[in-house]
């Protein structure tokens, strides 16, 4: 099934915002990462429930279905293999390659992507330092601690 990018935007901006708050999704919460007015959200989110990408019911919490997980975990590992290539390779500052990687993670051809993870020899983290799921989805995992656990000497 095809999508656009802006549906594709939204499935990742849903998984985006479940992976950094542990909170239940709400249609204000994407309006505001993307920028655009809840009404539209609203308008996108019947569209993606109707490809059963999305599990949506007016005034109850959004998730991702399996298969717009899927969606989205894809998208990431896109973004974040081409950030990697553009500070690796062209010599980019990783400031400067969210916006070109934006671009880039529309392409629909999974044999370039496949290829530049080999290219990158299949790197498990971005300049960011964000993880980079492999390709069947599944993320890199890291003991992590939160700062303010840390005790000062």
Same mark, same amino acid.
């Given at each position: 099934?095809? $999508?656009?990018?802006t549906e594709e935007n939204y499935l990742k901006a849903i998984f985006t915002i479940a992976?950094?708050?542990?909170?239940? =999704?709400?249609?204000?919460? =994407?309006?505001?990462l993307l920028s655009t007015k809840a009404s539209?959200?609203?308008?996108?989110?019947?569209?993606?429930?109707?490809?059963?990408l999305i599990h949506y019911e007016r005034y109850k919490p959004i998730t991702l279905s399996e298969s717009g997980a899927e969606v989205a975990?894809?998208? =990431?590992?896109?973004?974040?293999?081409?950030?990697?290539? $553009?500070?690796?390779n062209l010599g980019f500052n990783w400031s400067e390659v969210h916006h070109i990687a934006e671009q880039l993670e529309h392409i629909k051809a999974p044999e370039l992507?496949?290829?530049l993870a080999d290219y990158l020899d299949n790197p498990l983290y971005d300049p960011h330092g964000d993880p980079i799921p492999d390709a069947s989805g599944h993320f890199p995992q890291r003991e992590q601690v939160l700062l303010g656990t840390l005790k000062l000497r």
């Open positions: 099934m095809p $999508l656009t990018q992976d950094r708050d542990d909170l239940p =999704i709400r249609t204000n919460d =994407i309006a505001k539209s959200v609203t308008d996108m989110l019947k569209k993606l429930a109707e490809k059963k975990t894809h998208l =990431i590992r896109k973004h974040r293999l081409w950030e990697t290539f $553009l500070v690796e992507v496949q290829r």
